[in-house]
């Protein structure tokens, strides 16, 4: 698919937007890192903004779960649920876990990470809260739920992926050294990831396989990965660009528009358009034939 038109939202005047997540009701929803709020962007064209806390509650990752989105609050400690007519609930975390990386799994658990804390949280339907624990100094950052319930997590300070079965047992899968991995995903045939050190793309397969992409900049630092129907779309925080890749390893590039800069977060709809946030204060959707 080819990248046909890109439309530009600006949202804020602060270097603010970072997390992006599409929900099932055609909304998409924008996390603002440094002004402690939410965005809601409806299919009708409404824009909803949702206070979350004080300027620095740092909502961060946001991940969909049907109609309602989950974010993270990496500032004060927090993973927040909001539905569609901005009524939230909170769960509040140990002090100083520093919670980033968020996803729903199949059965409903949320998964978080809490990259303060080195490890990895579940908050199963019934409320109920249980630990993964991780080495010591990793930093995990993102994480991924795949099709058989198996968590994947990136360890930024490890270079290395954490892989959680479905009994809880923990593998950890190395990478190659100074790749400080951030962004995964869970494509239709593998987990894929961006390492934002070494400027690739990594596909890992089930059985622990590693692939490694290099990109066209070394220097482009991959952020935040998503899949699509047709491969994954990924953001080159340094370069200003998106980027897709195939499942077979074939890399397409597209400058954003000149005025927005920092793409952080990514994501793709369920038409196919791919909505990008750009800490320079807008989002950024790219619609494809």
Partial sequence: MTVTSTTTFDLTEQPDPYGVAATSDGAVWVTLVHSG??????????????????????????????????????????????????????????????????????????????????RIGRLDRGGGISHVPLPSGCFPAALTCDPDGTVWATLNRADAVARVGSGGELTIVELSAGSAPVGITSGADAVWLVEIGAGKVARLSGDGRITEYPLPDPSCRPHAIAAGPDGCWFTEWAADRVGHITRDGTITEYDLPGSVAEPHGIAVAADGAVWVAAESGAVVRLARY
Avoid at 52 to 67: E, F, K, N, Q
């Fill in 37 to 118: 709020a939410v965005v809601r962007l409806g299919p009708d064209g409404r824009r909803d903004h949702h206070p979350v806390g004080r300027d620095d509650c740092r909502p961060s990752v946001l991940a969909a779960d049907g109609a309602t989105a989950w974010f993270t609050r990496t500032g004060d400690d927090g993973v927040t649920a909001i539905d569609r007519h901005g009524t939230m609930r909170t769960l509040e975390l140990e002090t100083g876990s520093g919670p980033y990386g968020i996803c729903v799994g199949g059965d409903g658990a949320v998964w978080f990470t809490e990259s303060s804390a080195d």
